[in-house]
């Protein structure tokens, strides 16, 4: 039986558009981002673009304010991580239980998570007006001093850290909701029968068999939080005096503020192998976790 | 004993569900009440929660 060259190759044509769409869309801006990170380049039509090698990077590594927008960037990410992982899990626990208006109160608690950042921003901001907010006059009532929240800049980052737990919570939670419900009633009536304690089963039953699940939710959360925007550009646009600086928001500066492309697609290459180191290590820990199993 | 127990965690868990709650909505019940209000009502944080606006 003779196939014609349609048949025969029916597995690339299939694959083809997607393929296209890939190579297209994903690979085509990260190939001419890191071009234009070899040359000096500031988005004029009338002088071209003036190759540079690797000056870009070394002047980028001897930036002081790089080297702030890493560590801004790196103090975000882990506070902010850490406790929505923390909130996250409780929360979910919490409202796995069977109670009265659970639908309702579900329903309320994923609001954030699908309200406008930038919108939202806004309204944190007024939350948090040192004159007129809310959270001062808060503060007031509970007797304490007031504070300066976005204004200061020890405490622009804990606030904007409270903005994203307040906005990213949720999503830990609706993961790890969904997967509580998944888990296996066995080991549980086993429990029962031993007569294990709530917290007994949730060190030694509820979390190891939800440990996939919970590092799955913070690998996503991971590379969002690393690449935060909106909320920081809508509410500081990285101030008090560069603060609430992070590598993202630097990177626009650079590109956008300073017109310096070939140093802004190198601090985002730089970025790029970042966030892809940490996640090929958040998979390496999954894979070692459940190898170990 | 046993009962009684049971109840107070189920109220302390009602109450922590509560508090979630209130603090997850509270960015929401800011901005519905500042789209019902003028510029000074939203800028005088003391009348701020008043429904009836400036007293």
């Not at chain 1, 039953?205 to 690998?219: E, H, S, W, Y």
């Not at chain 2, 569900?17 to 509270?26: I, M, N, Q, R």
């Amino acid at each position: 039986m003779q196939y014609s060259w349609f048949d025969r190759h029916l597995k690339w044509i299939y694959t083809l558009p997607a393929v296209l769409f890939v190579l297209l869309m994903m690979l085509f801006p990260i190939i001419y981002t890191v071009r234009i990170s070899f040359f000096e380049w500031s988005m004029s039509a009338t002088t071209p673009p003036k190759w540079v090698g690797l000056a870009n990077y070394y002047a980028l590594l001897q930036d002081e304010r790089f080297w702030h927008a890493v560590g801004s960037t790196f103090y975000f990410t882990l506070v902010a991580l850490a406790a929505e992982v923390i909130l996250g899990v409780a929360i979910a626990m919490l409202l796995s239980r069977n109670f009265i208006g659970k639908n309702l109160v579900k329903t309320v608690f994923l609001l954030p998570m699908v309200a406008t950042p930038v919108a939202m921003g806004l309204v944190w901001m007024l939350i948090y007006e040192p004159t007129i907010g809310v959270a001062n006059m808060m503060l007031k009532s509970l007797g304490f001093e007031p504070l300066l929240w976005l204004a200061s800049p020890s405490q622009v980052i804990p606030s904007l850290i409270i903005i994203d737990v307040w906005e990213w919570t949720p999503m830990i939670a609706l993961i790890v909701m969904a997967g509580i419900a998944t888990l296996p009633s066995d080991p549980y009536e086993a429990a029962d029968v031993d007569g294990a304690s709530a917290w007994r089963k949730f060190v030694s039953i509820t979390l190891p068999l939800l440990r996939p699940t919970i590092l799955v939710a913070t690998m996503l959360r991971l590379i969002d939080v690393l690449k935060t925007f909106d909320i920081i550009y809508a509410t500081t646009q990285g101030g008090p005096n560069f603060a609430s600086e992070t590598l993202n928001l630097y990177g626009y500066v650079l590109g956008f503020q300073y017109f310096k492309l070939g140093m802004a697609s190198a601090l985002l290459v730089l970025f790029f192998l970042l966030v892809m180191g940490l996640t090929l290590l958040m998979i390496w820990m999954r894979k070692r976790l459940e190898g170990a199993k | 004993m046993r009962k009684k127990r049971r109840l107070g965690v189920n109220l302390l868990l009602s109450a922590l569900t509560f508090l979630v709650l209130v603090v997850f909505a509270f960015p929401f019940l800011w901005m519905l009440l500042a789209s019902f209000k003028t510029q000074a009502q939203i800028m005088s944080s003391d009348h701020f929660f008043c429904i009836h606006g400036e007293r």
